[in-house]
Protein backbone atom coordinates (compact mmCIF):
# COMPACT_ATOMS: atom_id res chain seq x y z
CA UNK A 1 0.00 0.00 0.00
CA UNK A 2 1.34 3.02 -1.12
CA UNK A 3 -0.35 6.65 -0.34
CA UNK A 4 0.71 10.07 -0.58
CA UNK A 5 -0.36 13.03 1.60
CA UNK A 6 -0.24 16.08 -0.04
CA UNK A 7 0.86 19.32 2.09
CA UNK A 8 -0.88 18.48 5.30
CA UNK A 9 0.52 20.33 8.53
CA UNK A 10 2.32 17.86 11.00
CA UNK A 11 1.18 18.85 14.27
CA UNK A 12 3.27 15.80 16.71
CA UNK A 13 5.11 17.58 19.66
CA UNK A 14 7.52 14.15 19.64
CA UNK A 15 8.66 15.13 15.70
CA UNK A 16 11.54 17.15 14.38
CA UNK A 17 8.87 17.97 11.41
CA UNK A 18 6.18 19.17 13.90
CA UNK A 19 4.15 22.68 12.65
CA UNK A 20 5.73 21.83 9.29
CA UNK A 21 3.53 21.66 6.40
CA UNK A 22 4.90 19.15 4.18
CA UNK A 23 3.89 16.00 1.76
CA UNK A 24 4.30 12.41 3.79
CA UNK A 25 4.83 9.14 1.77
CA UNK A 26 3.87 6.36 3.48
CA UNK A 27 4.62 2.88 1.82
CA UNK A 28 3.48 -0.34 2.97
CA UNK A 29 2.63 1.19 6.43
CA UNK A 30 6.38 2.87 7.28
CA UNK A 31 6.38 6.55 6.52
CA UNK A 32 9.27 6.44 3.91
CA UNK A 33 9.95 10.78 3.19
CA UNK A 34 8.51 14.02 4.27
CA UNK A 35 9.23 16.87 2.38
CA UNK A 36 8.51 18.98 -0.18
CA UNK A 37 6.63 17.80 -3.87
CA UNK A 38 6.99 14.37 -3.34
CA UNK A 39 5.49 11.91 -6.13
CA UNK A 40 5.41 8.36 -5.86
CA UNK A 41 4.11 6.21 -8.97
CA UNK A 42 1.02 4.13 -8.08
CA UNK A 43 0.44 5.69 -4.46
CA UNK A 44 -3.31 7.10 -3.57
CA UNK A 45 -3.09 10.85 -3.36
CA UNK A 46 -4.71 12.50 -0.62
CA UNK A 47 -4.61 16.35 -1.33
CA UNK A 48 -7.08 18.51 0.46
CA UNK A 49 -7.26 22.24 2.03
CA UNK A 50 -5.97 22.08 5.09
CA UNK A 51 -4.86 18.95 5.82
CA UNK A 52 -3.75 17.93 9.69
CA UNK A 53 -1.93 15.17 10.19
CA UNK A 54 -0.67 13.91 13.96
CA UNK A 55 -0.09 10.76 15.81
CA UNK A 56 -2.93 8.39 16.03
CA UNK A 57 -5.52 9.35 18.65
CA UNK A 58 -6.07 6.88 21.42
CA UNK A 59 -9.45 6.82 23.51
CA UNK A 60 -8.93 5.81 27.37
CA UNK A 61 -12.62 4.55 27.62
CA UNK A 62 -15.30 3.36 25.31
CA UNK A 63 -17.85 0.59 25.68
CA UNK A 64 -17.56 -2.36 22.56
CA UNK A 65 -20.41 -4.70 24.03
CA UNK A 66 -18.98 -7.29 22.95
CA UNK A 67 -18.74 -10.52 24.11
CA UNK A 68 -22.87 -10.38 25.24
CA UNK A 69 -24.50 -7.37 23.96
CA UNK A 70 -23.63 -7.76 20.31
CA UNK A 71 -26.73 -6.01 19.37
CA UNK A 72 -25.58 -3.03 21.04
CA UNK A 73 -22.22 -2.63 19.41
CA UNK A 74 -19.50 -5.15 18.26
CA UNK A 75 -15.61 -4.90 18.27
CA UNK A 76 -15.92 -4.58 13.99
CA UNK A 77 -18.49 -1.67 14.58
CA UNK A 78 -16.76 0.09 17.25
CA UNK A 79 -13.42 -0.21 15.50
CA UNK A 80 -15.06 1.58 12.27
CA UNK A 81 -16.70 4.07 14.41
CA UNK A 82 -13.63 4.76 15.99
CA UNK A 83 -11.45 5.12 12.82
CA UNK A 84 -14.38 7.28 11.55
CA UNK A 85 -13.63 9.49 14.27
CA UNK A 86 -9.61 9.63 13.97
CA UNK A 87 -9.10 7.13 16.44
CA UNK A 88 -6.10 4.69 15.87
CA UNK A 89 -6.59 2.82 19.43
CA UNK A 90 -9.46 2.29 21.92
CA UNK A 91 -9.16 0.75 25.51
CA UNK A 92 -13.01 -1.02 26.06
CA UNK A 93 -14.36 -1.47 30.06
CA UNK A 94 -14.63 -4.92 30.70
CA UNK A 95 -19.02 -4.49 31.18
CA UNK A 96 -19.23 -7.33 28.83
CA UNK A 97 -21.26 -10.61 29.41
CA UNK A 98 -19.05 -12.62 30.51
CA UNK A 99 -16.76 -9.74 31.76
CA UNK A 100 -13.29 -9.21 30.59
CA UNK A 101 -11.65 -10.55 34.76
CA UNK A 102 -10.04 -12.96 33.60
CA UNK A 103 -7.21 -13.55 30.90
CA UNK A 104 -9.43 -16.21 29.02
CA UNK A 105 -11.63 -13.02 28.26
CA UNK A 106 -8.67 -10.62 27.54
CA UNK A 107 -6.77 -12.97 25.00
CA UNK A 108 -10.80 -13.41 23.02
CA UNK A 109 -10.53 -9.88 22.75
CA UNK A 110 -7.68 -9.11 21.58
CA UNK A 111 -7.80 -12.47 18.96
CA UNK A 112 -10.66 -11.18 17.63
CA UNK A 113 -9.53 -7.74 17.06
CA UNK A 114 -6.55 -8.73 15.48
CA UNK A 115 -6.75 -7.95 11.98
CA UNK A 116 -9.11 -4.82 12.60
CA UNK A 117 -8.10 -1.29 11.20
CA UNK A 118 -7.90 -0.03 15.48
CA UNK A 119 -5.83 -1.44 17.74
CA UNK A 120 -8.47 -2.15 20.79
CA UNK A 121 -6.74 -2.82 23.97
CA UNK A 122 -9.09 -4.96 26.92
CA UNK A 123 -9.55 -3.21 30.34
CA UNK A 124 -9.65 -5.99 32.88
CA UNK A 125 -11.60 -5.77 35.75
CA UNK A 126 -10.57 -4.70 38.58
CA UNK A 127 -13.16 -7.06 40.48
CA UNK A 128 -14.51 -10.60 39.72
CA UNK A 129 -17.66 -9.77 36.85
CA UNK A 130 -16.76 -6.01 38.08
CA UNK A 131 -19.65 -6.67 40.82
CA UNK A 132 -17.09 -4.74 43.45
CA UNK A 133 -16.93 -7.82 46.13
CA UNK A 134 -13.79 -9.96 45.07
CA UNK A 135 -11.01 -9.14 42.96
CA UNK A 136 -10.32 -10.37 39.65
CA UNK A 137 -7.42 -11.98 38.37
CA UNK A 138 -5.28 -9.04 38.01
CA UNK A 139 -1.79 -10.36 37.26
CA UNK A 140 -3.19 -12.79 34.66
CA UNK A 141 -4.62 -10.71 32.66
CA UNK A 142 -2.23 -8.04 32.51
CA UNK A 143 0.21 -10.50 31.73
CA UNK A 144 -2.37 -11.80 28.49
CA UNK A 145 -1.94 -8.01 27.42
CA UNK A 146 -5.09 -5.98 29.57
CA UNK A 147 -3.53 -2.69 29.39
CA UNK A 148 -5.15 -1.32 32.83
CA UNK A 149 -7.42 -2.19 35.31
CA UNK A 150 -11.16 -0.68 35.97
CA UNK A 151 -14.83 -1.86 36.92
CA UNK A 152 -15.64 0.23 33.71
CA UNK A 153 -19.40 1.76 34.50
CA UNK A 154 -19.27 0.57 37.80
CA UNK A 155 -17.13 2.68 40.18
CA UNK A 156 -16.28 0.73 42.97
CA UNK A 157 -17.74 1.20 45.66
CA UNK A 158 -15.55 -0.91 48.83
CA UNK A 159 -12.46 0.90 49.92
CA UNK A 160 -10.92 -2.08 51.02
CA UNK A 161 -11.17 -3.36 47.18
CA UNK A 162 -10.09 -0.53 46.00
CA UNK A 163 -7.02 -0.03 48.52
CA UNK A 164 -5.97 -3.68 47.69
CA UNK A 165 -6.46 -3.11 43.35
CA UNK A 166 -4.23 -0.09 44.02
CA UNK A 167 -1.23 -2.05 45.82
CA UNK A 168 -1.89 -4.79 43.43
CA UNK A 169 -1.06 -3.13 40.54
CA UNK A 170 1.95 -1.22 42.26
CA UNK A 171 4.81 -4.01 41.68
CA UNK A 172 4.12 -3.46 37.78
CA UNK A 173 3.30 0.10 37.52
CA UNK A 174 -0.30 -0.81 36.45
CA UNK A 175 -3.48 1.70 36.34
CA UNK A 176 -6.51 1.63 37.88
CA UNK A 177 -8.96 3.58 36.25
CA UNK A 178 -12.17 4.87 38.23
CA UNK A 179 -15.70 6.40 37.28
CA UNK A 180 -16.52 8.76 40.16
CA UNK A 181 -19.90 7.88 41.60
CA UNK A 182 -20.91 7.17 44.77
CA UNK A 183 -24.44 5.03 44.77
CA UNK A 184 -24.88 5.51 48.51
CA UNK A 185 -25.96 8.84 47.48
CA UNK A 186 -28.93 8.73 45.11
CA UNK A 187 -28.69 5.77 43.34
CA UNK A 188 -31.04 6.12 41.51
CA UNK A 189 -30.57 10.01 40.39
CA UNK A 190 -31.58 11.15 36.96
CA UNK A 191 -29.41 14.13 36.44
CA UNK A 192 -27.43 16.78 38.21
CA UNK A 193 -29.26 18.11 41.51
CA UNK A 194 -29.91 21.58 41.03
CA UNK A 195 -32.57 24.26 40.63
CA UNK A 196 -33.20 22.59 36.66
CA UNK A 197 -34.20 19.14 38.57
CA UNK A 198 -36.57 20.78 40.47
CA UNK A 199 -38.40 22.14 37.35
CA UNK A 200 -38.23 19.46 35.56
CA UNK A 201 -39.51 17.28 37.66
CA UNK A 202 -36.78 14.72 38.10
CA UNK A 203 -35.05 12.77 41.01
CA UNK A 204 -31.50 14.16 41.09
CA UNK A 205 -28.11 12.93 41.99
CA UNK A 206 -25.67 15.59 43.67
CA UNK A 207 -22.51 16.55 42.68
CA UNK A 208 -20.97 15.09 46.41
CA UNK A 209 -21.36 11.85 45.38
CA UNK A 210 -18.42 12.31 42.76
CA UNK A 211 -16.67 14.16 45.03
CA UNK A 212 -16.57 12.00 48.23
CA UNK A 213 -15.47 8.53 45.94
CA UNK A 214 -12.85 11.27 44.74
CA UNK A 215 -11.63 12.38 47.93
CA UNK A 216 -11.76 8.56 49.19
CA UNK A 217 -9.72 7.48 45.89
CA UNK A 218 -7.36 10.07 46.22
CA UNK A 219 -6.36 9.51 50.08
CA UNK A 220 -6.43 5.54 48.92
CA UNK A 221 -3.84 6.27 46.11
CA UNK A 222 -1.56 8.58 48.33
CA UNK A 223 -1.66 5.71 50.72
CA UNK A 224 -0.85 3.04 48.59
CA UNK A 225 1.80 5.25 46.39
CA UNK A 226 -0.01 4.00 43.55
CA UNK A 227 -1.50 5.24 40.07
CA UNK A 228 -4.93 6.38 40.07
CA UNK A 229 -6.58 7.38 36.66
CA UNK A 230 -10.29 9.61 37.41
CA UNK A 231 -12.19 9.43 34.32
CA UNK A 232 -14.98 11.72 33.21
CA UNK A 233 -15.12 13.82 35.99
CA UNK A 234 -17.99 16.99 35.78
CA UNK A 235 -17.05 19.33 38.57
CA UNK A 236 -15.17 22.25 39.41
CA UNK A 237 -14.87 20.92 42.71
CA UNK A 238 -13.74 17.64 41.70
CA UNK A 239 -10.60 19.44 39.32
CA UNK A 240 -9.60 21.64 42.38
CA UNK A 241 -9.81 17.93 44.40
CA UNK A 242 -7.16 16.63 41.72
CA UNK A 243 -4.66 20.17 41.74
CA UNK A 244 -4.79 19.63 45.48
CA UNK A 245 -3.98 16.10 45.50
CA UNK A 246 -1.19 16.43 42.86
CA UNK A 247 0.51 19.49 45.20
CA UNK A 248 1.13 16.32 48.17
CA UNK A 249 2.92 14.27 44.94
CA UNK A 250 -0.42 11.99 44.79
CA UNK A 251 0.17 10.14 41.17
CA UNK A 252 -3.55 11.67 39.67
CA UNK A 253 -4.68 11.76 35.89
CA UNK A 254 -7.65 12.72 34.94
CA UNK A 255 -9.63 12.86 31.64
CA UNK A 256 -12.94 14.91 30.90
CA UNK A 257 -15.50 13.67 28.21
CA UNK A 258 -16.80 15.69 25.11
CA UNK A 259 -20.17 15.88 26.33
CA UNK A 260 -19.74 17.46 29.81
CA UNK A 261 -17.49 20.22 27.80
CA UNK A 262 -20.19 20.96 25.48
CA UNK A 263 -23.51 20.54 27.37
CA UNK A 264 -24.70 21.22 30.49
CA UNK A 265 -27.80 20.18 32.81
CA UNK A 266 -29.77 23.32 31.23
CA UNK A 267 -29.91 20.87 28.09
CA UNK A 268 -31.60 18.13 29.39
CA UNK A 269 -35.27 20.70 29.45
CA UNK A 270 -35.57 18.57 26.32
CA UNK A 271 -35.84 15.31 27.65
CA UNK A 272 -33.72 14.12 25.42
CA UNK A 273 -32.63 10.48 27.09
CA UNK A 274 -29.34 10.76 24.77
CA UNK A 275 -28.17 13.26 27.21
CA UNK A 276 -28.57 10.90 30.33
CA UNK A 277 -25.47 9.92 31.79
CA UNK A 278 -23.72 9.20 34.06
CA UNK A 279 -21.44 11.45 35.95
CA UNK A 280 -24.44 13.59 34.42
CA UNK A 281 -24.36 16.80 33.36
CA UNK A 282 -23.44 19.88 35.61
CA UNK A 283 -23.48 23.16 35.67
CA UNK A 284 -22.51 26.18 33.46
CA UNK A 285 -19.84 26.99 36.15
CA UNK A 286 -18.61 23.17 36.45
CA UNK A 287 -18.58 23.45 32.53
CA UNK A 288 -16.34 26.65 32.43
CA UNK A 289 -13.99 24.87 35.13
CA UNK A 290 -13.51 22.08 32.90
CA UNK A 291 -13.15 24.11 29.94
CA UNK A 292 -10.16 26.29 31.79
CA UNK A 293 -8.95 22.83 32.93
CA UNK A 294 -7.96 22.00 29.01
CA UNK A 295 -6.85 25.59 28.52
CA UNK A 296 -4.17 25.40 31.59
CA UNK A 297 -2.86 21.68 31.39
CA UNK A 298 -4.85 20.32 34.65
CA UNK A 299 -6.59 18.59 32.71
CA UNK A 300 -4.92 15.59 31.18
CA UNK A 301 -6.65 14.07 28.37
CA UNK A 302 -10.34 13.22 26.98
CA UNK A 303 -12.15 10.10 27.26
CA UNK A 304 -15.50 9.85 24.89
CA UNK A 305 -17.31 7.25 27.18
CA UNK A 306 -18.61 5.68 24.17
CA UNK A 307 -21.56 4.01 25.26
CA UNK A 308 -23.76 2.11 22.87
CA UNK A 309 -27.71 2.04 23.65
CA UNK A 310 -30.03 0.52 21.85
CA UNK A 311 -33.39 1.80 20.47
CA UNK A 312 -35.55 -0.12 23.22
CA UNK A 313 -33.44 1.30 25.82
CA UNK A 314 -33.08 5.06 24.83
CA UNK A 315 -36.65 5.44 23.21
CA UNK A 316 -38.55 5.17 26.64
CA UNK A 317 -39.58 8.13 29.38
CA UNK A 318 -36.36 9.57 30.63
CA UNK A 319 -36.80 8.28 33.78
CA UNK A 320 -36.63 4.12 32.55
CA UNK A 321 -33.52 5.08 30.06
CA UNK A 322 -30.23 4.02 30.43
CA UNK A 323 -27.31 5.65 30.71
CA UNK A 324 -24.67 6.84 28.00
CA UNK A 325 -23.93 8.06 24.58
CA UNK A 326 -21.91 7.08 21.49
CA UNK A 327 -19.22 9.40 21.06
CA UNK A 328 -16.00 7.97 19.31
CA UNK A 329 -17.17 9.87 15.35
CA UNK A 330 -18.20 12.87 16.99
CA UNK A 331 -15.32 13.53 19.67
CA UNK A 332 -12.93 15.61 18.45
CA UNK A 333 -15.56 18.19 16.51
CA UNK A 334 -17.33 18.43 19.82
CA UNK A 335 -13.86 19.27 21.07
CA UNK A 336 -12.62 21.99 18.46
CA UNK A 337 -16.39 23.60 18.43
CA UNK A 338 -17.00 24.20 21.69
CA UNK A 339 -13.48 25.65 22.31
CA UNK A 340 -11.83 27.22 19.44
CA UNK A 341 -9.34 28.90 20.46
CA UNK A 342 -7.52 25.89 21.90
CA UNK A 343 -4.44 25.23 19.48
CA UNK A 344 -4.33 21.92 17.71
CA UNK A 345 -1.33 21.16 19.20
CA UNK A 346 -2.76 20.88 22.69
CA UNK A 347 -5.91 18.96 21.00
CA UNK A 348 -3.18 16.66 19.85
CA UNK A 349 -1.42 16.34 23.50
CA UNK A 350 -4.99 15.41 25.12
CA UNK A 351 -6.29 12.64 22.46
CA UNK A 352 -2.82 11.35 21.39
CA UNK A 353 0.14 12.09 23.30
CA UNK A 354 -1.08 11.84 27.09
CA UNK A 355 -3.55 8.71 27.24
CA UNK A 356 -0.61 6.74 25.15
CA UNK A 357 1.87 8.14 28.06
CA UNK A 358 -0.61 7.62 30.98
CA UNK A 359 -0.97 3.93 29.56
CA UNK A 360 2.19 3.22 28.67
CA UNK A 361 1.80 2.55 24.85
CA UNK A 362 4.54 3.66 22.52
CA UNK A 363 3.80 7.10 20.99
CA UNK A 364 4.20 7.03 16.84
CA UNK A 365 6.53 9.98 16.13
CA UNK A 366 5.99 11.14 12.92
CA UNK A 367 9.67 10.55 11.34
CA UNK A 368 11.33 9.02 8.45
CA UNK A 369 11.37 4.88 8.90
CA UNK A 370 8.86 4.83 11.96
CA UNK A 371 5.67 3.07 11.39
CA UNK A 372 2.58 4.79 10.22
CA UNK A 373 0.11 4.99 13.15
CA UNK A 374 -1.66 8.75 11.76
CA UNK A 375 -4.75 10.67 12.08
CA UNK A 376 -5.86 13.11 9.30
CA UNK A 377 -8.33 15.51 10.29
CA UNK A 378 -9.16 19.33 8.77
CA UNK A 379 -9.88 21.70 11.68
CA UNK A 380 -11.55 23.96 9.63
CA UNK A 381 -14.17 22.14 7.68
CA UNK A 382 -17.72 22.15 8.67
CA UNK A 383 -20.15 19.37 8.76
CA UNK A 384 -22.93 17.50 10.44
CA UNK A 385 -23.43 13.83 11.79
CA UNK A 386 -26.21 12.58 10.39
CA UNK A 387 -28.20 9.20 11.49
CA UNK A 388 -27.07 7.64 8.64
CA UNK A 389 -23.50 8.53 8.58
CA UNK A 390 -22.89 6.79 12.44
CA UNK A 391 -21.32 3.73 11.39
CA UNK A 392 -22.06 2.35 15.62
CA UNK A 393 -25.12 -0.19 15.65
CA UNK A 394 -26.38 2.22 18.75
CA UNK A 395 -27.21 5.45 17.18
CA UNK A 396 -27.91 7.52 20.44
CA UNK A 397 -26.23 10.99 19.95
CA UNK A 398 -27.30 14.11 20.97
CA UNK A 399 -24.92 15.28 18.38
CA UNK A 400 -26.80 14.22 15.46
CA UNK A 401 -27.80 17.68 13.33
CA UNK A 402 -25.74 19.93 15.45
CA UNK A 403 -23.56 22.18 13.66
CA UNK A 404 -20.03 21.32 13.94
CA UNK A 405 -16.24 22.55 12.87
CA UNK A 406 -13.31 20.40 12.82
CA UNK A 407 -13.46 16.93 10.77
CA UNK A 408 -11.63 13.90 10.91
CA UNK A 409 -10.83 12.57 8.19
CA UNK A 410 -9.59 8.75 9.41
CA UNK A 411 -6.64 7.18 10.02
CA UNK A 412 -3.58 5.20 8.78
CA UNK A 413 -2.46 2.39 10.98
CA UNK A 414 -1.96 -1.34 10.78
CA UNK A 415 -1.15 -1.05 7.22
CA UNK A 416 -4.59 0.17 7.25
CA UNK A 417 -6.60 2.98 6.16
CA UNK A 418 -10.15 4.52 5.92
CA UNK A 419 -9.28 7.58 4.54
CA UNK A 420 -12.31 9.25 3.00
CA UNK A 421 -11.17 12.50 1.48
Not at 2 to 22: M, V, Y
Not at 142 to 162: C, L, P, W
Amino acid sequence: MKILIKQSKIIDPTSSFNGRTADILIVNGIIQSIGKSLAQKGAKVLDAKGLHVSPGWTDMFADFADPGFEYRETLASGARAAAAGGFTDVCIVPNTKPAIDQKSSVEYIRAKAAQLPVSIHPLGAVTRNAEGKELAEIYDMRQSGAIAFTDGKNAIQSSDIMVKALQYIKPFNGVLIQLPDNKDIQPHGLMNEGITSTQLGLQAKPAIAEELLITRDLKLAAYADSRLHLTGITTAASLKLVKEARQKKTDVTVSVTPAHLFFTEEDLQTYDTNLKLNPPLRTTGDRKALQKGILDGSIDCIATHHIPCDTDHKMVEFEYAQNGMIGLQTAYAVLNTVLPEVPQERWVELLSINPREILGLPVPSIEEGNTASLTVFSPQQQWELSVGAILSRSKNSAFSGKPLTGKPLGIIHNNQTNLSI
